[in-house]
C-alpha cells in the first residue's frame, strides 16, 4: 500500500542482557503486585482458598503429634487407648485430604478464571492499538505473551502460590513445634539456615535474568514462525522454505541455550539446597539419638522432631524450587502489564464531541503535513488542503508512493497528522472517539481481508446485525452473489484462513459486498476494483456509481479508467496535490495526470 511505513526488523535480535537484567532488577518479584486488580473481583473465592491452605497446613503439623502419641504408647498405653489414637491420625488423614481437595479446586478455578481476565484484558487493549504500535513489535511476540505467558501465569496462580503458602506456613508453624519439642536441636538446625539462604539470594539473582532472557527468545521465536506462516505462499514461491527454517531454527536454538542456562543454574541452587538441608537432618538426627540413649527425650519426641525437621526441610526446598518460578512468572507479568500499559500515539479524548447528525460526510483536510513514526525525515504529506461535500465522489490519483493512501490511513485516525487538522462535517476526529467517525465509514482495501469462515459470515462483518436476505443482496449489488450460489455449501461455503480458497478478485467482491452491507455515509474505495476483470468490474462499477449518489465517496485508484466519472480528482505527487479537476479538463490541461491516462488508455488500445 502506498505510503505504509515498513516495520522495524528484530527477527535475530534479543534484548541487550543488561537491559533485560536491569528491569529484572528494578521490578523483581514485585511485579506479581500488578495481579492485585485482577484478583480483587475474586477476593471470595481468595478467601475461601487461604481457608482451605490454613485448615490443610495445620493438619499437616498435627500429624507428627498423633505420630508421637502412638509411638509413645506402644509402652505405657492400653490397647484401647491406642485404637483411639489410631482413629485419631486417620480422622486427621481423611480431613487433610478433604482440605487439600478443596484447596485445589478453589485455587485451580481461580487461576483459570483470573487467567481468562488477563488475557481478555490484553487482547482487548492490543486490538484497538494504532498501526504505529505494530511498527515496532512483532504481532508473533504479541500473541507469544498472550499465550505462552499467560500460561505461565495459569501454572503459578492454580499451584505455585497456594503451594508456596502452604509451605511457608508449614516452615513457620514447624520451626515453633521444633522449638517447643526440642530447644536444643532447634538451635543446632537453625545454624545452617544462613548457608541456605545465601545460595537462593546469590543464584536467584542469577535466575531471574535467565528466566526473562529464556521468555523473550520465546516471544522472538514465534513472531518469527508468525510472521513466515503468515506469508508462506510467497515463502514457497520464492523457493525460501530452507532460509525461513534455517532463522526459525537459529532463533529456537537461542531460547534452547538459554533456557539450558536457565535450567542448569536452577538446579546446581537445588542441588546446594537439598545437600545443606539433610547435611543437617542427619546432624541433628545424631545429636537426637545421643538424647535418647541419655534419656533426655522419648523415641517419640525425637521421632516427632524428625518429622517436623523434614517438613521444614522439604518446605525449604519446595520454596527454593518454588521462587524460580515466581521470578519467571513476575518476568511474565511484566511482559503482560508492558502490553496493558502501552501507551498509544492515538488514543481517544476525554471528553468526546458526537457526530453532527449522525454523519453526513464533509470531510476536510486542512494544511495536513505527516510523517510516518520509523521515517520522521520523510514527510509522506505536505501541506495537504482540500474539501469533500457530503455525497460528493471524489478521486485520489498519482504514482506509486504519492501519499493517496495514506489520506486513507489519516481519514480513518490509524495515525494523526504531524500538523494541520482533519475534519469530519466540521468536528476535528482528534475531538471524537474513533470508534464513532469509523462507525460512519465502509472501507474497501486495496488487499482485502477475509476471514476463517464462511462467506456469508464475511460480508456480515460489515453489520453484524444485518439478515441473511441483506446479505445476499449487498453480494449482489457486488457482482458477487453467482460465485458464491455455486460453493459447495453456497453462502455458507468456510473460506478457509484468508480466504485461501478464493481467487484474488472473489475476495475484493466479498469485500465490496461487506462495504456495501455496513451502508455507512462515507465509502472509501481503495484499489477496489484491481483484481477484477473487465466484466465483473463493470458490474462493480455500477454498483458503486448506485451507491455513490447517496453518499460521499473517496476513491484510491491506478486504474484510471475507474475514475472517469467522479465529480473531481485530485492529482498527488511526492505528498503534494498537484493537479484537480474532472477528468476531461485534467487531461486538457496536460502535465502529470494527461500523462498517466495517455499511457494507459494507449497501452488498453494497444492491448486490445
Known sequence: MAGSAPRDETATTAPPLSAVEERAKSRRIGSL???????????????????ALVL????????PLAVRRVVDGFETETEALLDQYFLAALAIAVLLALGTGLRYYLVTRLGERVVADIRKSVFDR?????????EKIMTGEVLSRITTDTTLLLSVISSSVSVALRNLLILIGGLALMMITSPKLTGAVLLIVPLIIVPIVILGRRLRVLSRENQDWIAESSGNASEALLSVQTVQAFTHERASAATFDAVTEKSFASAKRRIATRAVMTVIVITLVFAGIVGVLWVGA?????????????????????????????????WGELQRASGATERLVELLHTVDSVDDPAERKALPQGGRGAISFEGVRFSYPTRPESAALEGVDFTIKPGETVAIVGPSGAGKSTIFQLLQRFYDPVSG??????????????????????????????????????IRFGRPDASDAEVEEAAKAAAAHEFLTVLPQGYDTYVGER?????????????????????APILLLDEAT????????RLVQDAVARLSAERTTLIVAHRLATVKQADRILVFQDGRIVAEGTHDSLVSQGGLYARLARLQFTEGLAAE
Open 290 to 322: 545421643r538424647d535418647v540413649r541419655a534419656e533426655a527425650m522419648s523415641i517419640g519426641e525425637l521421632i516427632q522432631f524428625l518429622i517436623y525437621a523434614i517438613m521444614v526441610a522439604g518446605s525449604v526446598g519446595a520454596l527454593s524450587e518454588i
Open 33 to 51: 503486585r500488578a495481579l492485585g486488580p485482577f484478583l480483587a473481583p475474586y477476593s471470595g473465592m481468595v478467601g475461601a482458598a487461604g481457608a
Open 126 to 134: 492490543m486490538i484497538g492499538m494504532s498501526p504505529s504500535f505494530y
Open 530 to 537: 484491481s483484481a477484477l476483470d473487465a466484466e465483473s468490474e
Open 421 to 458: 487538522r482533519i475534519t469530519l462535517d466540521g468536528v476535528d476526529l482528534r475531538e471524537m472517539s474513533r470508534s464513532t467517525f469509523r462507525g460512519a465509514m465502509a472501507l474497501v482495501p486495496q488487499d482485502p481481508v477475509i476471514f476463517a469462515a464462511s462467506a456469508r459470515e464475511n
Open 56 to 63: 490443610t497446613a495445620v493438619v499437616s503439623l498435627t500429624l
Open 499 to 519: 480466504g485461501l480458497m478464493l481467487s484474488g478478485g472473489q475476495k475484493q467482491r466479498i469485500a465490496i459486498a461487506r462495504a456495501i452491507l455496513r451502508d
